[in-house]
């Protein structure tokens, strides 16, 4: 299993806008073959990111969904936020989980 983490930096004066674009495109990606789950962190200290944490079977199902017409849809809607929302460019990491106490491995 990998996760995907977006760390997304958003101003204090557009959280609750960017939040409810979350909101308004929830469970678009839950039917995606390989789609495990998906968490939305909001931060607890101002400055710090949002978290958009994706749970996924493997690298090739994650691949899939983003060349998917449903992530076109999904995304064209947070398309809503102007650029000045932001406080940089998104950063994406990718992991693979090694360790799952909710498992037992």
């Known amino acids: ?19 409810e ?10 039917g995606m073959p390989g789609f495990v789950r998906n968490e939305v962190l909001r931060p607890t200290k101002p400055g710090d990111p949002y978290i958009v944490l994706t749970y996924w079977q493997d690298e090739a199902s994650f691949r899939r969904w983003t060349e998917s017409d449903e992530f076109k849809q999904g995304h064209a ?28 491995r």
């Not at 983490?5 to 557009?14: C, Q, S, T």
């Open 1 to 19: 299993m990998i996760t995907v983490m977006n760390r997304i930096g958003v101003k204090p004066e557009y959280a609750e806008a960017f939040e």
């Open 21 to 30: 674009s979350f909101r308004q495109r929830a469970g678009i990606v839950d």
């Open 77 to 104: 809607r947070s398309g809503s936020l102007p650029h000045d929302a932001f406080t940089g460019r998104p950063v994406l990491e990718m992991h693979e989980v090694f360790l799952d106490s909710a498992q037992g």
